[in-house]
T-cell receptor, first 110, second 110 residues
Framework: QKEVEQNSGPLSVPEGAIASLNCTYSDRGSQSFFWYRQYSGKSPELIMFIYSNGDKEDGRFTAQLNKASQYVSLLIRDSQPSDSATYLC??????????FGAGTILRVKS | NAGVTQTPKFRILKIGQSMTLQCTQDMNHNYMYWYRQDPGMGLKLIYYSVGAGITDKGEVPNGYNVSRSTTEDFPLRLELAAPSQTSVYFCACNRGGAQYFGPGTRLTVT
């Protein structure tokens, strides 16, 4: 069973700042990584996925993958109060199953 | 196109009662999943299915059963409800490697 670790937070950032969320994983052979956002009382929604080393950008979101160090990061630029949520990191394992971290709570203060 | 739907949204059960959580998807995806999420925790996989007639256990299957007679439906059965099964239950299906979630069922067992 792969393990995925995240700092539970809360991570507090001022509006307009960059929020940096980190995730480490145990299986060096992992290939695919996902970031989900979950608002309180709602279901997780996919933000980004990344398969290759380096950065992947989508609007205000950038996912960073470093396979040698076994970590994945999510950067949120120009953070908004509406970004306040729990961010879940997930790693794909065999059978198209995802292993989730416990999530990091992000609070963006206006 | 409703995506993934779940019923009921909320349910209170007495210890020892049984119930079925319904999950339906209209995207014709083969892979479907059931997760539970306890407060402050990530998602734990209960059961999954790779297609009609094929199911397999996830990380926390005890106390649950599933069936998959059609591509669209993947019900989760609790036979003898216990307080430890108080949780939020999410159904998901897979598209392109990523998973997409239903709105969830909040279950309380007292």
């Amino acid at each position: 069973q792969k393990e995925v670790e995240q700092n539970s937070g809360p991570l507090s950032v001022p509006e307009g700042a960059i929020a940096s969320l980190n995730c480490t994983y145990s299986d060096r052979g992992s290939q695919s990584f996902f970031w989900y956002r979950q608002y309180s009382g709602k279901s997780p929604e996919l933000i980004m996925f990344i398969y290759s080393n380096g950065d992947k950008e989508d609007g205000r979101f950038t996912a960073q993958l470093n396979k040698a160090s076994q970590y994945v990061s999510l950067l949120i630029r120009d953070s908004q109060p509406s970004d306040s949520a729990t961010y879940l990191c997930a790693v794909l394992e065999y059978g198209n199953k995802l292993v989730f971290g416990a999530g990091t709570i992000l609070r963006v203060k206006s | 196109n409703a995506g993934v739907t779940q019923t009921p949204k909320f349910r209170i059960l007495k210890i020892g009662q049984s119930m079925t959580l319904q999950c339906t998807q209209d995207m014709n995806h083969n892979y479907m999943y059931w997760y539970r999420q306890d407060p402050g925790m990530g998602l734990k996989l209960i059961y999954y299915s790779v297609g009609a007639g094929i199911t397999d256990k996830g990380e926390v299957p005890n106390g649950y059963n599933v069936s998959r007679s059609t591509t669209e439906d993947f019900p989760l059965r609790l036979e003898l409800a216990a307080p430890s099964q108080t949780s939020v239950y999410f159904c998901a299906c897979n598209r392109g490697g990523a998973q997409y979630f239903g709105p969830g069922t909040r279950l309380t067992v007292t």
